[in-house]
Every structure is written in structure tokens, then in C-alpha cells.
């Protein structure tokens, strides 16, 4: 059984630029939730999908979106990356009601 | 709301005594706390969670803690510390926060060093 599983490992763009990152949840889990990680900190609650709908959302300006896909899978979108979106970004995943969170390996995002 | 405090940023013990991570926490629910562990460039492992149940909660690794209400702690402690065990350890708090989203709240993160 895959755990959750996120593409790209690494990635580096620069300022102004649009990026994707993606997430397969961890099989029977239909919950996808976001964090961003910088250096030295704990991760920040970026949002959260269920039924390919938003469900709540951290405090992060609008540049930062997403989608959920039937299967279950999700993507994260930034668009006019600034350099303080450099961070490892987290990708969690969980069954509907379920408090426990299982998270992926990471993208880890540098913006030049 | 909810909120976590990690009281000490770095923690550096010997091979083989024992480990002790400080977080305090707040929350307007009842709340669900965990701990997870992240090794360097890795993603984060769920090392145990506390849902109401025991007060006392095992994990992995020979890891507890003990959800002490009255204190609003949850310290996270291992009778004897192995090299393996140095990493960064993360206290989370989890509350329903609108309908049925639960959003996770992080601590700042304890770096723990193991001395031989």
C-alpha cells in the first residue's frame, strides 16, 4: 500500500513565475490537506480539500490554490511566486472526520 | 482558536538517558494532540496521538506522553535516548474548526541532538 505520494521532489522558478505541485493520497483516504514549511519552522496550514471542494483555509493571500480530483488526488497552485514562497511543501492526507493526518515526503520549492 | 508552544527550541542529551520535549498547548475544543518527528529532508512521521482516551499515550520508538489537562501540557518523553532518535519534533494540535475540517496547528519544533 503507497503512502502519500507528492511530484516534484525539487523544484526551482523564479520571482513572478506560476508553479504546480501534486499529491496522491494514501489509498482510502479521501481528505487532502496543505502546509507550507520554511526553513526552520513548523509547518503553516495552507488549506484543505474534501469532495473537490475547499473546505477551510489558513492565512494565505489568494495566489495560493488548488483542486481536488475525483480519485481523491489534489494539486497546489502559487502563481506570482515572490522569494518568501521558498519552503518544503507538505502534502496530508486523511479519511473524512479522522484526526489523523499522513503526510508525504515533500516538494521542496526554491524561487530564484 | 488553537495554538501550540514547543518551550525549548533545542534539546542535547547523551546516548542513553533520558528525553524530555516541553509543549504546552491552547485550544477552544477538546482537543486532539500528536506528535510527529521529521529526520532531515524527510517528511513527518506520526510518532502518537491522544484523543481522549488514556492520558498516558505510548508511540513508537519507546516514545509516551501524557496529556495533563489541568497543566494544558503534553510532553513528550523516552526513558533512554538512542542516536536514531536525533531529529526535529513537532507537538500538533487538531480541533474541528468548520464543519468537518480538521486543521492541524504546529508547534515551532524541538531539534533534538543525541551526544555519544
Known amino acids: 500500500d503507497a503512502g502519500v505520494t507528492q511530484s516534484p521532489t525539487h523544484l526551482i522558478k523564479t520571482r513572478g513565475q506560476q508553479v504546480t505541485l501534486r499529491c496522491s493520497p494514501k489509498?482510502?483516504?479521501?481528505?487532502v490537506s496543505w502546509y507550507q514549511q520554511a526553513l526552520g519552522q513548523g509547518p503553516q496550514f495552507i488549506f484543505q480539500y474534501y469532495e473537490e471542494e475547499e473546505r477551510q483555509r489558513g492565512n494565505f493571500p489568494d495566489r495560493f490554490s488548488g483542486h481536488q480530483f475525483p480519485n481523491y488526488s489534489s494539486e497546489l497552485n502559487v502563481n506570482a511566486l515572490l522569494l518568501g514562497d521558498s519552503a518544503l511543501y507538505l502534502c496530508?492526507?486523511?479519511?473524512?472526520?479522522?484526526?489523523?493526518?499522513?503526510f508525504g515526503p515533500g516538494t521542496r520549492l526554491t524561487v530564484l | 482558536a488553537q495554538s501550540v508552544t514547543q518551550l525549548d527550541s533545542h534539546v542535547s542529551v547523551s546516548e542513553g538517558t533520558p528525553v524530555l520535549l516541553r509543549c504546552n498547548y491552547s485550544s477552544s475544543y477538546s482537543p486532539s494532540l500528536f506528535w510527529y518527528v521529521q529526520h532531515p529532508n524527510k517528511g513527518l512521521q506520526l510518532l502518537l496521538k491522544?484523543?481522549?482516551?488514556?492520558?498516558l499515550v505510548k508511540g513508537i520508538n519507546g516514545f509516551e506522553a501524557e496529556f495533563k489537562k489541568s497543566e494544558t501540557s503534553f510532553h513528550l518523553t523516552k526513558p533512554s535516548a538512542h542516536m536514531s532518535d536525533a531529529a526535529e519534533y513537532f507537538c500538533v494540535v487538531s480541533a474541528i474548526s468548520s464543519g468537518s475540517a480538521r486543521q492541524l496547528t504546529f508547534g515551532s519544533g524541538t531539534q533534538l541532538t543525541v551526544l555519544p
Open positions: 491522544y484523543t481522549s482516551a488514556a492520558t
Open positions: 489509498s482510502g483516504h479521501d481528505t
Open positions: 496530508a492526507s486523511s479519511r473524512t472526520q479522522r484526526n489523523e493526518q499522513f
